[in-house]
């Protein structure tokens, strides 16, 4: 169902389903590439106002994201921030 989450075996949120009802097949927007993206929160008032990611907060506790290890940022030869996931199955 469009807009519903996927999870993966262990049942840790990996993505939100884009396309699928009645189909065979799903197709999932995943979240890893929105780990680095800058964001300002607007809470908590520590935090508000400061240029931060997903992958900063976690790494101070604000929240949890497994295996961030693995999701690694690099910058392309134009300039672009890309992101390369690094797992041992």
């Known amino acids: 169902m469009s807009g519903g989450g996927a999870f ?3 049942g840790n949120l990996v993505g939100v389903i884009a ?3 009645g189909d065979e097949h799903s197709f999932v927007s995943l979240f890893w590439p929105a780990i680095y993206t800058p964001l ?6 520590l935090l508000a106002g400061s240029g931060t990611s ?3 907060l976690a790494r ?3 929240c949890t ?3 961030l290890d693995d999701v690694i940022p690099f910058t392309a030869e134009d300039g672009t921030t890309m992101i390369s996931i690094s797992a041992d199955p």
């Open 54 to 56: 997903l992958a900063a």
């Open 40 to 45: 300002e929160p607007k809470w908590p008032p």
């Open 65 to 67: 994201i497994r295996n």
């Open 19 to 21: 396309t699928g009802v």
């Open 60 to 62: 101070t506790g604000f």
């Open 8 to 10: 993966d075996e262990e």
